[in-house]
């Protein structure tokens, strides 16, 4: 038990930590958002202490008339910034196609600004501040709610709606007694100020829209290579499966019907049927063992262009060392399964591979910054780590530590200062194998058992 002075410092403490956590846990496109938020809130302040609280407050007439009408026009300013504040996160998801018009936000803040107008009409009405202050007032007083409306309204929209402002606040001012010079004055830098607003949420809120559309079209792109993956499977299965299987299932007819009637020739029939039946399967053993072997030169030049297609840095290192095809098949699946990982998670901008043998082994390092937090390290067959998105769950990593213990293989990884490091091991075959020791042990794994176990079991 600690003092309350204590546990209220611990509090802090952790909420902070939390926070940062939080922080650094988010995208990149979510911290540009985030940032873009921020500016976006506390730009009308800006431009209401700069343009309104300190001019007005410093050069108010000391009469009854100039000091109600200017603390209430600050006020009023004020609650402006507030409702724009309130209703920009409402204002930039309807930008970003995510949530409804704001209309009722709109409404609301077109009434205020229509009130600090008007404050500011009274101002020259009375003669309350010198004439360069009001012009100050009038550069903000459309501010706020022209932020609103550049996130809700077409281009052509806009621009009909702020000149309709122009309009109104010339007139207004040319009504409480301003003349000449002041009235164009007062036009030009009320159309300054739409402009302005304009430029500073619409270009902020473009950059982000097609930082969103990149990010949904890469993953779009990757389901499409999973799915025309799928597609090309099931197509080579299709055409090797479809003939044989229709010709077993005549032939099997066939049988039955000569069984029926005593004929002898039933016998040969069901040996053709075996034999097809054995030849099926070979063919399908040599698809899938296709399927599953990769070919470790293609999968790095394929990883380096994806990798620099998404505006990462890659660079690809040893990508012509001559390795047996199970061990390229093996580090092959690690390349392909890392480099999707760099870029569905984290906010990786570079990436370094590295392919190397040395003491009877070959080694494979994926290197890649941008880890939004640290994660444990470890080693073995097992996988992990925060910014990669590599976990020891998932069937793809399943997948790997399956190939990577069939040859013996075994995976390192770190994380640390924002870089993430994944490095395996796997034995090359010893001189006494033979240069194909290795490939004849791949391929009795892929045709199972043999024929005494068959037996057996």
């Not at 990757?222 to 055409?239: M, S, T």
């Amino acid at each position: 038990m600690g003092t309350p002075a204590l546990r209220e410092a611990t509090d802090v403490v952790g909420r902070m930590r939390a926070w940062q956590r939080s922080w650094h846990g988010r995208s990149k496109i979510e911290k540009v958002e985030f940032q873009s938020t921020m500016t976006w809130h506390l730009v009308p302040w800006i431009f209401l202490l700069s343009w309104v609280s300190v001019p007005i407050g410093l050069s108010l007439r000391h009469d009854l008339a100039p000091q109600l009408f200017g603390w209430t026009l600050i006020a009023s300013g004020a609650a402006q910034c507030l409702q724009a504040n309130r209703s920009l996160r409402r204002s930039v998801d309807h930008y970003l196609r995510r949530a409804p018009l704001p209309r009722r936000d709109l409404v609301v803040a077109g009434v205020l600004m229509t009130v600090t107008l008007g404050l500011a009409v009274g101002l020259q009405a009375v003669d309350g501040v010198p004439s360069e202050m009001l012009g100050l007032t009038a550069l903000f007083v459309p501010i706020p709610f022209a932020q609103s409306l550049a996130f809700s309204a077409t281009i052509r929209g806009y621009a009909a709606r702020m000149a309709l402002v122009v309009v109104v606040a010339v007139g207004a001012f040319a009504a409480a007694g301003a003349r000449g010079g002041q009235l164009v004055a007062t036009g030009v830098i009320i159309a300054f100020a739409g402009l302005l607003a304009l430029i500073s949420t619409r270009c902020g809120a473009w950059t982000l829209s097609v930082m969103w559309e990149a990010d949904r079209a890469r993953e779009v792109e990757a389901r499409l290579a999973v799915a025309e993956e799928r597609l090309r499977f099931g197509r080579d299965l299709h055409d090797v499966m479809g003939r044989n299987l229709a010709v077993i299932a005549l032939k099997s007819e066939l049988a039955v019907q000569l069984a029926r009637r005593g004929r002898p020739e039933a016998v040969d029939q069901m040996v053709e049927v075996q034999r097809i039946a054995q030849e099926s399967q070979r063919e399908v053993r040599e698809v899938v063992r296709g399927y599953r072997e990769v070919d470790l030169k293609v999968e790095l030049a394929g990883a380096q262009g994806v990798l620099e297609a998404a505006g990462i840095d890659c660079r690809v290192i040893g990508s012509g060392v001559a390795l047996p095809a199970s061990v390229q098949s093996a580090l092959g699946w690690v390349v392909r399964e890392a480099a999707t990982n760099v870029l569905r998670h984290g906010d990786a901008g570079r990436c370094d591979i590295a392919v190397a043998v040395s003491e009877g082994r070959a080694t494979l390092s994926v290197e890649n910054d941008g880890v939004p937090e640290a994660a444990p390290t470890g080693s073995g067959s097992g996988l992990a780590g925060g910014g990669s998105g590599l976990t020891g769950r998932g069937s793809g990593l399943a997948g790997l530590r399956e190939r990577l213990a069939a040859v013996g293989g075994t995976l390192d990884f770190a994380s640390g200062d924002g870089v993430f490091r994944l490095a395996v091991q796997v034995p090359l075959p010893a001189p006494s194998q033979g240069p194909g020791a290795w490939e004849r042990a791949g391929q009795e794994q892929e045709q199972g058992p043999g024929p005494g176990r068959e037996a057996a079991a």
